[in-house]
């Protein structure tokens, strides 16, 4: 079942949403070589601990950090540790915290040091996908109007879509229906409706779209080994259009 957030609501989701954003560009300002990716998980809990916020995902099903930090070939859900960042990796950073209740959930992927410039086009795709799946949201329109958007965009430059895992409903619970596949023909699925709470998140791969789930049972590669973006907003379906929740100080910078 589809939960609609009332105005009020929404207003709490565009407070975590800042949260959010707050933290992951913070986390995005950090990143460096030779920073373990703990170190990173470390400043995003001190930065949410700072404004009474907690982490949606430490302890999510088990979930170990307090952020996902993905690098090169890794697509989602990987465990901050003692790996260090390095010239010429990509980082995807994805960034989930509880604020009064509700959530906001946002990712980014950040190039360090690369000079390849398909993995850096790779990257700026991912975050044009995302642009272009917000950009379809209408109401009355479908959900898989949004998934046609990113995988227009996205093969059309050359990279595939990752099918095992989509974006989804938020609110209050990280995972809420409806899920938003990456893909597909538009005009089917629910019907977008005003009050609709919306984690748009493209996985983009350089090369095929197929993904295998490591022994940790979170971390998420490309089958290829191939490196992969990712890039996500909370966005409110409103009577005029779409808004995006996870802007950093609630405004667009």
Not at 26 to 46: C, H, M, N, W, Y
Not at 174 to 185: A, K, T, W
Not at 202 to 217: A, F, I, Q, R, T
Not at 237 to 252: H, Q, R, W
């Amino acid at each position: 079942m589809i939960t609609l957030k009332s105005p009020d609501e929404i207003e709490h989701m565009r407070r975590s949403g800042a949260i959010a954003a707050n933290v992951l560009d913070a986390v995005r300002k950090r990143i460096g070589p030779g920073l373990t990716t703990q170190e990173l998980d470390d400043f995003a809990a001190s930065e949410m601990a700072r404004v009474d916020a907690q982490s949606a995902f430490l302890g999510y099903r088990g979930y170990p950090g307090h952020i996902c930090i993905s690098i090169n070939d890794e697509v989602v859900h990987g465990i901050p540790g003692p790996r260090r960042i390095a010239l010429g990796d990509i980082v995807s950073v994805d960034v989930g915290v509880k604020y009064q209740g509700f959530i906001g959930d946002t990712a980014d992927t950040v190039a360090v040091g690369v000079t390849d410039w398909n993995v850096r086009r790779l990257v700026q795709s991912t975050q044009d996908a995302l642009a272009a799946g917000i950009a379809a949201i209408k109401v009355g329109g479908r959900i898989s109007d949004i998934s046609h958007a990113v995988q227009s965009l996205v093969e059309a430059r050359g990279y595939s879509v990752v099918r095992d895992f989509v974006g989804h409903g938020v609110g209050r619970q990280m995972h809420e229906e409806p899920q938003i596949p990456n893909f597909g023909p538009p005009g089917e699925g629910c019907k977008i409706r005003v009050g609709m709470t919306l984690a748009i998140e493209p996985m983009v791969n350089l090369g095929g779209y197929e993904v295998s789930v490591m022994p940790d049972k979170w971390t998420v590669r490309t089958r290829d080994r191939k490196p992969s973006a990712h890039c996500e907003h909370t966005v409110a379906v409103l009577e005029d259009g779409p808004v995006i929740l996870t802007l950093v100080d609630g405004v667009n910078k």
